[in-house]
């Protein structure tokens, strides 16, 4: 089967969508954090005992700036820095009962938003974009081809 020549361009299209969707759910929250502050509490849930050094790396900016936006976290009580309990001169960044609500309450929004758009989609259509969905992500974390080898040689 051959890809249609604009496939990309509609994946690039529907991620587009699916980003609407999701700020639109976010920007009704009544907190005022910015993408770029929600961004820093999610790194910091999913990657546990993260620092600041390790924040800049995963943010993949200065520490300076990773500890302004951790300054800013505390400052409004989403963040929390606590000192490692097996080595005292390394501080940990730890997210609040409410960065935690927060983050819970936004992924709920976004659910939600994202459920009302499948759910005006057939069931079929549904089902064919889970598992288009499924391939796009397993394809997604298959290493690159090295260069020199054949990327065309791939199975449809």
């Known amino acids: 089967m051959e890809r249609p020549p604009n496939l990309a361009a509609a994946v690039e299209a529907a991620a ?51 500890s302004r936006l951790c300054d800013r976290l505390e400052a409004v009580g989403l963040l929390r820095r606590v000192a490692d309990p097996r080595d005292r001169r390394e501080v940990r960044l730890l997210p609040t009962n409410a960065a935690e609500s927060l983050l819970r309450e936004l992924q709920e929004r976004r659910h939600r938003a994202v459920q009302a758009v499948l759910d005006r989609m057939p069931n079929r259509v549904q089902h064919e974009l889970l598992l288009a969905l499924l391939a796009f992500g397993q394809a997604a974390t298959m290493t690159a081809p090295q260069p020199g080898t054949d990327s065309t040689a791939r199975s449809a």
């Open 16 to 66: 587009e969508a699916l980003i609407g969707v999701l700020d639109s759910a976010t920007s009704r929250h009544t907190v005022s954090v910015s993408p770029t502050q929600l961004r820093v509490l999610s790194l910091i849930m999913s990657h546990p005992d993260t620092n600041v050094n390790r924040l800049a790396e995963l943010l993949d900016v200065v520490p300076s700036s990773a």
